[in-house]
């Protein structure tokens, strides 16, 4: 499975960016990951094939997670944007149903070559 993602780029604070990500073929399970220089991957966001979907605190309230399955196409709304969120995105995918929702890199098979987002306060 190919992931690509799209619509990263700089912002001011309290700005918004909305990114996309077209897989190859359907998956049950994607998320979202970032990260920043010198830290480590963090889960971003996740969603289940029922749309169930789960965040990290320290976006929770600010950006959502969605998926439209007859394209095969993660987004990610980002609203409220902070300083504190400028990082590569990753768009990751897998078909394990027993993690699904997962925050966890290691849940996810495929990956994509990441979206850089910035945000200047």
């Known amino acids: 499975v190919q992931l690509v993602e799209s619509g990263g780029g700089s912002v001011q604070a309290g700005g918004s960016l909305r990114l996309s990500c077209v897989a190859s073929k359907y998956t049950h399970m994607y998320a979202w990951f970032r990260q920043a220089p010198g830290k480590e991957r963090e889960g971003v966001a996740a969603?289940?094939?029922?749309?169930?979907?789960s965040y990290a605190s320290s976006v929770e309230g600010r950006f959502t997670v969605s998926r439209e399955n007859t394209k095969n196409t993660l987004y990610l709304q980002m609203n409220s944007l902070k300083s504190e969120d400028t990082a590569v995105y990753y768009c990751?995918?897998?078909?394990?149903?027993?993690?699904?929702?997962?925050?966890?890199?290691?849940?996810?098979?495929?990956w994509g070559q990441g979206t850089q987002v910035t945000v200047s306060s």
């Open positions: 990751a995918a897998g078909n394990s149903g027993a993690l699904s929702g997962s925050l966890t890199p290691g849940a996810y098979t495929y």
């Open positions: 969603i289940r094939s029922n749309g169930g979907t």
